[in-house]
């Protein structure tokens, strides 16, 4: 990188958090600039929705795609370039939808086929593009294959499963543990057998050994495809495939959170099979599609192991999303800085994806033991200016740009998650981070018109909602909004990404250069104030601040107080 000019700093700057006038004056892209493009997903914003949690059109509990597409304004004005919608395919809900029972179709509490038809519509003439969940490890046990698979030893659908004996002395094949509780096996009585599922029981897992069910599968993808979806999100991709040996996976000293033994997933994840899999899948099916991608749920601990995700000639997923940073505790620049950098210098020149929330996690704001001083809000700021500055494409969740926090259950009865009800109280499953959007201060925040929500609405919402932060220049929603309209606009936030003042084990610092334009973020993720020096931050001039939280510039540099951040133009 060029070396950064140190000049004297000129009078104290003066500093502003973002304002309205600041959001109005930011430069109003069309919202789908990049669309004509087949790699309009490098500089996409992707937004993740929850579509039970978002809105509630017909007012039954559950929210639906016909509320989905009446929101459309609200994602174009935070800056939104696709959607990535968890699954509303038919589903008997045993995992609120990760349990397809038909990939065709459109589940009736969710809405029709049409009203997809219509989303997809209104999503282009708004410049957003709309991308499934194709849920590829397992179908539900109520899908006509499995229906069809259990019914007895011959039937054709018998191998779209994995059945097998189980040992002489009745026990299961071999010793995989379900990663929702309990062994991977169930015996069936109709044929004595058993069949594998890592998941729950009701979401036995698919034999992709077999020809046929990569057929049906691809032709089930392609069907969406056809429809005008810009391509999907592969749900735990790395389950595809398993030892046909069947060997034990190695035991660790733990206990799982339902009492069994903890054990190494090595002989049922991650084989080598799931990426020439995934070949295929790219060539025959995505492809023939211009523009239309794959996004991985590609939880694996290193980069390397993310980075075969992408493929030896980048001929994989687009965008395997490098979730272990959401594992970090607690999260520090010293833990950051290397999975970060080792990502972005991926050896394939793969285009890094991050997300920090998700349906499956703790929201950011609750997720942290936060610093003495600062508020979940805080955390979310960080957390935001983090993901919107960093060299990749970022994924947010429904209400992270709110702050949403979780709102768990406080009685096992309460809990709807299955996990949940089994894993109480080590495991409270996941109801805390899928509670419904917060649109307005009204009735259950403006979800519905009053019926009682799947799920209960956060605590918070009569002040925490898109109404009320629209209004206030210091909300979160106004953060995100106006660095996503920087991100979109300043060609630095595109260009090249630089870590300086790498040995600092608090401050994670970094610049990003392109089109003549330098921006610089620094980041204290510490409980301790920090102070740094301009040289320290590879010198260079700072000139208009794009954001900023508990932080100051002054005559000797930067000084932020924990979990104090900054973004500035450099000149
Ligand atoms: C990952 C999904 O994100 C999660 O919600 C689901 O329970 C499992 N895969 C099983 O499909
Ligand atoms: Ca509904």
């Known amino acids: 990188m060029r070396k950064l000019v140190t000049g004297a700093m000129a009078t ?16 109003t892209m069309p919202v789908n600039a990049a669309s004509a493009k087949d790699d309009w997903w490098k500089s996409a914003v ?21 509320g989905v597409s009446q929101h459309l304004d609200y994602l174009a004005d935070l800056g939104v370039d696709a959607i990535w919608m968890t699954p509303m395919f038919p589903s008997p809900q045993a995992d609120f939808g990760y349990d397809v029972a038909d990939y065709d179709d459109v589940d ?9 038809d219509q989303l997809i519509a209104a999503g282009k003439q708004k410049g957003i593009k709309l991308i499934l969940d194709f849920v590829i490890n397992h179908t539900s046990d109520k899908h006509p294959w499995f229906v069809q698979s259990r019914a007895n030893r011959t039937n054709p659908y018998r191998d779209f499963y994995i059945w097998r004996d189980g040992k002489a002395d009745g026990t299961p094949p071999n010793n995989w543990s379900s990663i929702f509780g309990g062994p991977a ?29 990569e057929k049906a599968m691809f032709d089930a993808a392609e069907w969406w495809l056809k429809r005008g979806v810009y391509g999907y999100r592969l749900d735990a991709v790395g389950t595809m495939f398993e030892r046909e040996d069947l060997k034990d996976n190695p035991l660790t000293s733990g206990k799982d ?18 990426h020439i899999e995934l070949q295929r899948l790219r060539q025959q099916v995505i492809d023939r599609y211009p523009g239309r991608i794959l996004i991985g749920e590609t939880y694996v601990g290193t980069s390397a192991e993310l980075t075969k995700f992408y493929g030896a000639r980048n001929d994989e997923v687009q965008l395997p999303m490098f979730l272990s940073l959401i594992g970090i505790r607690p999260l520090t620049a010293d833990q950051l800085r290397p999975r970060i950098e080792a990502v972005e210098n991926n050896p394939v020149g793969g285009w890094p994806c991050f997300a920090l929330n998700n349906h499956d996690q703790r929201r ?22 983090l993901l919107l500055t960093l060299r990749g494409t970022p994924i947010l969740y429904y209400g992270e740009e709110l702050g949403m926090q979780n709102n768990d259950p406080k009685r096992v009865e309460d809990v709807q998650d299955i ?51 629209r209004k206030d220049s210091n909300s979160v929603l106004n953060f995100y909004r106006s660095l996503i309209a920087e991100r979109r606009s300043n060609p630095a936030l595109a260009g090249d990404m630089m870590m300086v003042d790498r040995g600092n084990s608090n401050v994670l610092s970094y610049v990003r250069t392109g089109g003549g334009k330098r921006v610089l973020t620094v980041l204290n993720f510490s409980g301790n104030p920090a102070d740094l020096t301009l040289a320290q931050l590879g010198g260079g001039k700072p000139g208009r601040v794009i954001a900023k939280n508990r932080a100051d510039l002054n005559a000797a540099g930067v000084h932020l107080a924990p979990l104090g951040l900054l973004v500035v133009e450099l000149s």
């Open 46 to 66: 992707i937004y993740e929705l929850y579509p039970r949690s978002f809105a509630d059109s017909n007012n039954d509990g559950i929210g639906d795609l016909k």
């Open 364 to 385: 950011v704001p609750s997720r942290y033991v936060l610093p003495a001083g600062t508020t979940g809000d805080d955390m979310a700021r960080i957390t935001a200016a």
């Open 12 to 27: 104290a700057l003066a500093l502003v958090t973002t304002t309205p006038a600041a959001i109005a004056a930011a430069p």
């Open 419 to 469: 996990i949940g009800k089994k894993g109480w109280p080590n495991e409270k499953g996941r109801d805390g981070e899928r509670t419904p959007m917060q649109w307005d201060a009204s009735v259950n925040a403006g979800f519905n018109s009053g019926a009682k929500p799947w799920l209960p609405v956060g605590p918070d919402y009569a002040t925490r909602n898109v109404t009320a932060e």
């Open 185 to 213: 096996w169930d015996k069936d009585p109709v044929t004595g057998q058993y069949y594998y599922h890592f998941f729950y029981p009701q979401q036995p897992d698919l034999n992709w050994r077999n020809p046929k069910v």
């Open 108 to 116: 009736p509490q969710f809405g029709t086929v049409a009203d997809a």
């Open 257 to 274: 959170a339902f009492g069994l033994a903890e054990q190494n997933r090595i002989y049922n994840t991650e084989l080598p099979e799931v």
